[in-house]
């Protein structure tokens, strides 16, 4: 059985940075791509970066890019985001998915397995 556990997740005040782990049990992701999303209230889930099991990395440019890195670490089994220059708006819960097919995309119907997300909260 697959799992995806998320970590990292707290208050940070703007301008600070946080960094999310994503452990995966049940099998190796040295092959799987894998994502992070996040979605705030009121709000559909949205992408936030993608890493393949190549390593090309894609991040949502109007959003993240410049401030997010994606990363991930097969020994570890995990993947991980740096979070950096934090804003308010970057508050939401964040979740990691896999993508059994390698790829890693913008699209959540990619994924077939996703964590239970970490809350971030961003304050002015």
């Known amino acids: 059985q697959v799992q995806l556990v998320e970590s990292g997740g707290g208050l940070v005040q703007a301008g600070g940075s946080l960094r999310l782990s994503c452990t995966v049990s049940g099998r190796s992701l040295s092959r799987w791509g894998l994502g992070w999303f996040r979605q705030a209230p009121g709000k559909e889930r949205e992408y936030v970066a993608s890493i393949s099991w190549s390593g090309g990395i894609t991040y949502d440019a109007d959003s993240v890019k410049g401030r997010f890195t994606i990363f991930r670490d097969s020994a570890k089994n995990a993947v991980y985001l740096q979070m950096n220059s934090l804003k308010p708006e970057d508050t939401a819960v964040y979740y990691c998915?896999?993508?059994?097919?390698?790829?890693?995309?913008?699209?959540?119907?990619?994924?077939?397995?996703w964590g239970r997300g970490t809350q971030v909260t961003v304050s002015s």
């Open positions: 998915a896999a993508d059994p097919a390698g790829l890693g995309s913008r699209w959540v119907r990619q994924y077939d397995y």
